[in-house]
């Protein structure tokens, strides 16, 4: 399998609920990637990894957690999440060079309800 | 301090006409400009990219973007649009130090029959 996966494509969930969003890329890139891509509102980034490590986190909330235990697999895990994250929930992966590009996986519509 | 404006939010063009996506970019340093593209329901893609070189980068399907470092823009074109073009097109400048893009806020092309 090529390309970057995500799973699970759609996802409903209250408000209480504890739910985990898996990406994996089998390309040999070494840094990975969570965005939040709202309507009408430019993609947000939210953590950075590089070699399994967290190197950026943009402020965002407790309430997502994310978790990269090995180069091809990167988690984010959610508790307790408002209605407005609902949104789509980009993961995408790179090369440590820049010029190349990101690839990004197809996503997941969460919805809070 | 990088950024990228797009300066339009939507696009509607009849098929088989030309278009123009506007980007401007903000920077201090040398930059890489980026592409994607974001067909419904789908992840975005990397559409095309300028490193270096000729200021004119062209895609597989017809895209073509120039690079003018005077008027700090990349704006995408393309002579004759097809129905499939429709989506949302993002133009992005990499960070060269880090793992960090700016993205613009995207620019949704709607062709109509």
């Known amino acids: 399998e090529t390309g970057v996966t995500q799973t699970p494509r759609h996802l409903v969930m209250g408000m209480t609920n504890k739910k985990s969003l898996k990406c994996e890329q089998h390309?040999?890139?070494?840094?990975m990637y969570w965005y939040k891509q709202s309507a009408k509102k430019p993609l947000e980034l939210m953590f950075v990894?590089?070699?399994?490590?967290?190197?950026e986190n943009n402020s965002v909330p407790s309430r997502f957690s994310p978790e990269c235990p090995n180069s091809s697999h990167l988690f984010l895990h959610l508790h307790t999440l408002q209605p407005e994250d609902s949104a789509l929930y980009l993961c995408?992966?790179?090369?440590?060079?820049?010029?190349?590009?990101?690839?990004f996986g197809s996503g997941t519509r969460l919805t809070v309800v | 301090a990088q950024s990228v404006t797009q300066l339009d939010s939507q696009v509607p063009v009849f098929e088989e006409a030309p278009v123009e996506l506007r980007c401007n970019y903000s920077?201090?340093?040398?930059?890489?400009l980026f592409w994607y593209v974001q067909y419904p329901n789908q992840g975005l893609q990397l559409l095309l990219k300028?490193?270096?070189?000729?200021?004119l980068v062209e895609s597989i399907n017809g895209f073509e973007a120039e690079f003018n470092k005077s008027q700090t823009s990349f704006h995408l074109r393309k002579p004759s649009v097809h129905i499939s073009d429709t989506a949302e097109y993002f133009c992005?400048?990499?960070?060269?130090?880090?793992?960090?893009?700016?993205f613009g806020a995207g620019t949704r092309l709607f062709v109509k029959a």
């Open positions: 920077s201090s340093v040398s930059v890489y």
């Open positions: 992005a400048v990499p960070f060269t130090g880090g793992f960090k893009t700016i």
């Open positions: 390309l040999g890139h070494n840094a």
């Open positions: 990894y590089s070699l399994e490590e967290r190197v």
């Open positions: 995408a992966s790179s090369r440590s060079d820049p010029g190349d590009g990101y690839t």
């Open positions: 300028y490193l270096s070189g000729s200021t």
